[in-house]
């Protein structure tokens, strides 16, 4: 597996921007790939906005913005994403299986 090559460039205003070096594209698998002095910070993965853990872009007033794959969601959709169900799902413990229902 080869380990992933970053070209980073700091702005003379002090704004620091993460690319791929082989792709030129913004891209940074683990923090915002733009940063600028005044908080402003923009998570890019391949050249799209994209942040699974939080928002993509979050604005130096405390605005945030949320991407996946570029396609911009709103904060209750984000959140959702990935809550699923337990209703009638079953469970094993010490061996007895029961059966998840809705609690009133």
């Known amino acids: 597996m080869s380990k992933q090559v970053y070209r980073v460039e700091v702005s003379e205003g002090g704004?620091?921007?993460?690319?791929?070096?082989?792709t030129g594209k913004?891209?940074?698998?683990?923090?915002p790939a733009i940063v600028y002095p005044d908080g402003y910070r923009a998570y890019y993965i391949h050249g799209e906005l994209h942040n699974e853990s939080g928002p993509a872009i979050v604005r130096s007033n405390?605005?945030?913005?949320?991407?996946?794959?570029?396609k911009k969601l709103t904060a209750s959709d984000f959140l959702a994403r990935n809550k699923t169900s337990c209703e009638e799902k079953t469970i094993v413990v010490d061996g007895h299986t029961y059966r998840l229902v809705k609690a009133d």
Not at 15 to 22: A, G, H, K, L
Not at 26 to 31: A, I, M, R, V
Not at 62 to 70: A, I, M, P, R, S
């Open 15 to 22: 704004t620091i921007q993460w690319y791929d070096s082989e």
């Open 62 to 70: 405390g605005d945030t913005e949320y991407y996946l794959h570029d």
């Open 26 to 31: 913004l891209h940074n698998e683990s923090g």
